[in-house]
């Protein structure tokens, strides 16, 4: 069957339908799907055929006048039968697409070949924060090699992850996702992890229309206006809302305390500072010293003193782990021994190899996810064994949110197999509604939209625990949503 475009191009030649595809064709897909043939189109989707035949007409002898209407006539087919161009790195996709679904040839869509999708991550891989956090990126790599292994890909094709190193830095960010977009010509951009490093080229990416999905941190901006930015998506919880939380449960729970707070000196940690503010009832509990802190200082010594010097009894640690680890290691050498609350940020037993168990006991932090140690409930246990299959990276609660971003984006792919665009694949994300990730806490679900980017909006409180000399962080109270 015959079908032009929106344009006016013949681009489908015939249209045939076949059997059932199975999970390493198309996967989630059931039932039958169409299978289409592109007819011979210039590089821009034009048919030949209008500008051969008004190249005739003007190569035929014959005064200026007939030359000047065949060019008027050239012109005119040329706008009638495939429109206008489209700029150079448009994110929307072809009309044709949008409209019925019709699948976009791959050479027109970056990352997209007939083999091949290719995400990409700016992230720290190395030095301090790249030990922090790699884990996230080793669990997004184990469950796309997993899919490619055992169930083909997704959409008949292999997932190529390309993760660049910016060292946590924003200056690094740039750089890595420039050389993901001009080198490697990725499809989107995944699990970008850090406030700071990603508020370094998030605009960028909403500018060119690049997917910009599953952002590892709760800044307050990424979800805040979704309109202005609809390429971008976090994952995890709202910082400021996470703060709110626990300065309520600080008023209902321990009035008459005084209140310190250690803040990193960008949105994560202003978010939290806003957040502990709002949550606070100043009629139960004061704010009595607040101490910020830049991400690159050595040490957080003073800052630290100068909490105990205001008489902090309850203390929050906006802080990522090397530094949520050396405030309880500074406050214990100065025999000060408030109640700590530290970002979810640093919910992974790791935090118990940056200060010992019994230093970290008592501490306070949130989740959402299931964790790496509840072996005996399946989907944890299918978690290590892609763990062990296919990394060399020891399972923890971050390659639980790692593994959770990548399942995501399968989840979305599978849904645009057949309009596999930019545009296509932030329509199928938009489709999630209620979604149940087999590793988060039951009823812990993600439901998205064009003006809904919180990904996830539940959480539960943490508490470290030390069971035969070894830190365990162990669930407390009921989920709290953040809807709330």
Not at 63 to 76: E, K
Not at 277 to 295: C, R, T
Not at 302 to 320: P, R
Request: net charge negative; hydrophobic share 40%; aromatic share 8%.
């Amino acid at each position: 069957m015959a079908t032009v475009d929106s344009g006016g191009c013949l681009a489908v030649r015939t249209l045939r339908m076949i059997g059932a595809t199975n999970g390493q064709q198309q996967r989630g897909v059931q039932g039958r799907f169409w299978q289409t043939e592109i007819s011979p189109c210039d590089r821009e989707g034009k048919s030949d055929k209008p500008r051969k035949e008004a190249d005739a007409a003007v190569r035929k002898p014959g005064n200026s006048s007939l030359i000047f209407l065949a060019l008027a006539a050239l012109l005119l087919v040329l706008t009638v039968a495939c429109g206008r161009e489209e700029e150079k790195g448009t994110p929307t996709a072809t009309r044709t697409a949008i409209a019925t679904g019709t699948p976009t040839a791959a050479a027109e869509v970056p990352g997209i070949t007939d083999t091949e999708i290719i995400l990409g991550s700016h992230c720290a891989l190395s030095g301090t924060y790249g030990a922090a956090y790699a884990p996230i990126i080793a669990g997004i790599k184990a469950y796309f090699n997993y899919v490619n292994a055992e169930e083909g890909g997704v959409c008949g094709r292999q997932i190529v992850f390309k993760a660049e190193d910016d060292h946590f830095l924003p200056a690094g960010a740039v750089d890595a996702t420039k050389k993901l977009l001009e080198r490697d010509k990725v499809f989107a951009i995944i699990a970008g992890i850090g406030t700071a490093a990603h508020s370094a080229v998030w605009e960028d990416l909403n500018e060119k229309g690049v997917p910009d999905l599953w952002i590892m941190s709760g800044a307050h901006k990424w979800a805040a206006e979704p309109e202005k930015y609809p390429w971008s998506i976090a994952i995890l919880p709202d910082y400021y809302v996470e703060a709110t939380i626990v300065g309520k449960y600080i008023s209902e729970n321990m009035a008459g305390k005084k209140v310190g707070i250690i803040y990193e000196n960008d949105d994560y940690g202003k978010d939290e500072l806003a957040g502990l503010k709002n949550g606070l009832d100043p009629d139960k509990n004061e704010l009595v010293s607040e101490q910020s802190y830049e991400m690159t200082d050595v040490s957080i010594r003073s800052q630290v003193s100068n909490m105990k010097d205001a008489g902090a009894d309850v203390v929050l640690g906006a802080c990522i782990p090397p530094t949520c680890s050396q405030l309880v290691r500074e406050a214990d050498r100065l025999g000060w021994h408030p109640q700590f609350f530290i970002g979810y940020v640093n919910s992974d037993p790791m935090m118990f190899q940056y200060a010992s168990p019994e230093l970290m006991e008592g501490v306070i932090t949130l989740q959402a996810n299931k964790l790496s140690n509840w072996t005996d409930d399946p989907a944890v246990a299918e978690h290590h064994r892609i763990m062990k299959e296919y990394s060399d990276s020891l399972p923890g609660n971050f390659t639980i949110a790692g593994q959770e971003a990548a399942v995501l984006t399968v989840e979305a792919l599978s849904r645009t197999c057949d309009n596999l665009t930019r545009q296509g694949l932030m329509d199928a994300v938009h489709s999630f509604q209620d979604y149940q990730l087999e590793l988060a806490l039951p009823g812990i679900t993600i439901t998205l939209s064009p003006t809904d980017h919180l990904g996830i909006e539940a959480m539960r409180m943490l508490k470290a625990t030390v069971v035969d000399g070894k830190g365990k962080w162990e669930y407390f109270g009921d989920i709290i949503s953040f809807r709330d």
